[in-house]
């Protein structure tokens, strides 16, 4: 879906860092999913999680099974 069709309050930058400002922004959505857009696209496309998918993917990341993407 258009992140703009989502608004443009909301959205937070948990993971921005040294990088210029171009990070992935989060908004949690009124049924609990989560969407996922580019902070240097705000109008692009968002990526829309469920609750159960987005604890799957923290406790793995936590877990390390991202690991390899740093390598």
């Known amino acids: ?3 703009s069709a989502l608004g443009s ?10 990088n210029g ?7 949690k959505l009124a049924d ?7 902070s240097t696209d ?3 496309p968002a990526l829309i ?3 159960r998918e987005i604890e799957q ?7 390390g099974q ?3 993407l740093l390598a």
Not at 9 to 18: A, H
Not at 57 to 63: P, Y
């Open 1 to 3: 879906m258009p992140a």
């Open 9 to 18: 309050e909301g959205w937070r930058k948990p993971w921005s860092g040294p």
């Open 21 to 27: 400002g171009s990070c992935v922004e989060v908004m």
């Open 32 to 38: 609990g999913r989560v969407a996922l857009r580019q």
């Open 42 to 44: 705000p109008d692009g």
């Open 49 to 51: 999680y469920t609750v």
């Open 57 to 63: 993917f923290l406790h793995g990341a936590k877990g």
């Open 66 to 68: 991202a690991d390899f």
